[in-house]
């Protein structure tokens, strides 16, 4: 039995697994970095250990801290989550040596499947289909060999996953970039830069299988999850059962999952992922030997809790009843909420977050790692929350899914969460034809568009108007929004995003005149009540409420109709916020990399000059036009802010 169980993770699998622990009469442990001090799953855990450092490799993949923690606090066993160590046959086979229970599969297992290379040859050899591919060496000649698998091909990291070290390619001019970038970028998220190429399935669906084996030899499948909409080759929405699969293909591709698990001699929770092509056939792309991010969806449709059954199987424990007879009861939907700028190419953002409230809708549930005042940083992957649907129908999922998104109060960071509410609505979506081409059919920034902003706008300035008049130090017993001179209009101007609203506004016996970019708010507009943090309108006999929040000059205003943060713009600007003209800004909070021009250089449009790194992601800063780099500012391994000038070109 285990008695004190060390989470080796964080954020919101960490919080989740030790919310089951509990629930077990478990006591738990968490490690947490120096960013992740004040994180809601270290106050969770019955004990806590630090990890000095920020950068997962000083802090969360260093087994042998992990481990020394687990010693430290008298921990018996290790839950590695996902991500990190958790595919990492080293750290299992170091958790055993130390007398510590792993809660997953074998290092034998693991080490099977750490390298994708392997896998496949190891899965062909058990009857499961397995794509054309080569690995990639110093010796390969490229060309001839992605000539030999078929374009377009995919450069692929042989270890890891979420998307990282991933290429896709359409012909031998961009292969040999492809190759070094995905190299870099597996080295760099994965500690080892091997790549392979293997055939490209264009527009396929991304259908993958939960399995489940225990120590007595026992593996079996708890039915399919789609995860085909994604974004850089990462999921963003995840569903089960999945729309493209009958009865019949289930079975083959329970068959099939269920035979690579055997063929490793899988113990605990794990998922066997296939393409699937339009003519049905599927095909292997790998197995992941831990819990998967989008498990809650098989959760929520088969009835059981997965960690609760991985803590039992590595407790010894047979399968259970209820899981051999396992069944599929209605329809789960997950959509992972990422601070992201969607319109800016998915970069992510850093921030403070403000409120972070999802409504407690019937068959909704939260995974989340944040909570109000949690500070997103640049040094882990981006994503805030799971939010996870389940109905008696895939349309029901999507709309209850859909609500929940809308009327979440997300203030402080920017979030894809407009073009998730998007997608949930959008008519091939709901119609289940879905791939991975989805989003390049689909533009997401218009996806993810929020066609209104101008009722928020004019609520964000009833509210400061509130809200100043609250501190008028002169005749406080004044209405709101009162003045002598009748005529005239009260001002201000708010952007969001790229976008400017300048409202107007006066208050008179006759009602509420207002305009915004100078477009009536409505024929009859009524302030009901207004103070600094709720603003009532009636705009031609329709009653809606806004609900609003102001930090730092910005004004988080949600109402029935949408959300918008508007930062308000200063009436005189500041002379010193003008950057030179040619200035290269920084997209992104994050490392600087590589700098690949030195100052004096001539430079052409489009030539690759500064490559940022964060939250797992490069992003590369390019010349807008011809000239000369005139001005370099920063250097390989600075750290560089959003809007920070990295470069001047003249």
């Excluded at 630090?50 to 000083?58: D, I, M, T, V």
């Excluded at 870099?184 to 790549?195: K, L, Y």
Aim: aromatic share 4%; with cysteine.
């Amino acid at each position: 039995m285990i008695a004190k169980l060390l989470v080796a993770n964080r954020g919101e699998i960490a919080a989740r697994v030790m919310r089951t622990a509990h629930d077990l009469g478990i006591s738990t442990v968490a490690v947490y970095s120096d960013p992740d001090a004040g994180a809601p799953f270290v106050r969770l855990a019955d004990e806590a250990v630090r990890l000095p450092g920020s950068a997962p490799s000083e802090t969360y993949l260093r087994a042998d801290l992990v481990i020394a923690a687990a010693r430290a606090t008298g921990a018996d066993a290790v839950h590695p989550g996902y991500g990190f160590l958790s595919e990492n046959a080293g750290f299992a086979r170091a958790c055993a040596e130390a007398g510590l229970t792993f809660v997953g599969p074998s290092p034998e297992a693991i080490a099977s499947m750490g390298s994708k290379i392997e896998a496949k040859a190891l899965m062909d050899a058990a009857g499961v289909p397995v794509l054309p591919g080569a690995t990639v060496t110093d010796e390969t000649d490229l060309a001839a060999v992605a000539a030999s698998i078929g374009f377009p091909v995919l450069v692929k990291a042989a270890f890891g996953g979420g998307g990282r070290g991933m290429r896709v390619v359409h012909d031998s001019a961009g292969l040999e970039v492809a190759v070094e970038g995905a190299r870099r970028e597996a080295a760099s998220a994965f500690g080892d830069g091997s790549v392979f190429l293997e055939r490209f399935v264009v527009d396929p669906r991304h259908v993958e299988v939960q399995i489940l084996g225990d120590t007595h030899g026992e593996v079996v499948h708890l039915f399919e999850r789609e995860c085909s909409i994604q974004r850089r080759y990462q999921k963003i929405v995840e569903e089960s059962p999945s729309p493209a699969v009958d009865d019949a293909l289930r079975a083959e591709l329970g068959a099939a999952a269920v035979a690579a698990g055997k063929a490793i001699g899988y113990t605990g929770a794990g998922t066997v992922e296939f393409v699937l092509d339009q003519d049905g056939r599927f095909f292997f792309l790998e197995v992941n030997t831990r819990l998967q991010v989008e498990h809650p969806v098989t959760e929520l449709v088969t009835g059981l809790d997965l960690v609760e059954l991985q803590l039992r199987v590595a407790e010894g424990e047979p399968l259970p009843p209820e899981v051999l007879g396992a069944r599929i009861d209605g329809h789960a939907i997950e959509v992972r909420l990422y601070a992201e700028d969607v319109p800016a190419g998915f970069l992510p953002a850093t921030g403070t977050l403000h409120r972070f409230r999802v409504p407690p809708l019937r068959g909704v549930r939260v995974d989340s790692g944040v909570e109000d005042g949690s500070v997103v940083g640049p040094h882990y992957d981006p994503m805030l929350a799971k939010v996870i649907a389940h109905g008696r129908t895939r349309r029901e999922a999507a709309r209850t899914l859909a609500r929940a998104l809308r009327q979440a109060e997300l203030h402080g960071v920017t979030t894809n969460r407009n073009l998730l509410a998007g997608i949930l609505a959008e008519p091939e979506f709901l119609a289940g034809r879905t791939d991975t081409g989805y989003l390049t059919r689909h533009d997401p920034a218009a996806l993810g568009a929020f066609s209104g902003g101008a009722r928020q706008a004019a609520a964000a300035a009833l509210a400061a108007q509130a809200r100043n008049r609250l501190a008028a130090r002169v005749v406080p017993e004044m209405p709101s929004g009162w003045r002598n001179v009748g005529g005239a209009l009260q001002r201000v101007a708010y952007t969001a995003g790229s976008e400017t609203l300048e409202v107007a506004y006066s208050l008179r016996r006759s009602g509420l005149r207002v305009t915004v970019n100078g477009e009536p708010l409505g024929g009859v507009v009524r302030l009901l009540s207004a103070s600094h943090s709720l603003v009532e309108l009636e705009i031609d006999g329709v009653h809606r409420s806004y609900a609003v929040q102001t930090v730092a000059g910005v004004s988080y205003v949600d109402g029935p109709d949408g959300s918008a943060g508007l930062v308000e713009v200063p009436r005189f600007a500041d002379p010193d916020a003008v950057t030179a003209a040619g200035s290269l800004l920084a997209a992104m909070p994050g490392a600087v990399v590589r700098v690949l021009a030195g100052e004096g250089d001539a430079v052409t449009a489009g030539q690759p000059l500064v490559v940022l790194e964060a939250m797992k992601m490069e992003h590369t800063v390019a010349a807008p036009a011809d000239g000369v780099l005139s001005d370099l500012r920063v250097s390989q391994g600075d750290q560089v802010d959003t809007g920070q000038v990295l470069a001047v070109v003249s």
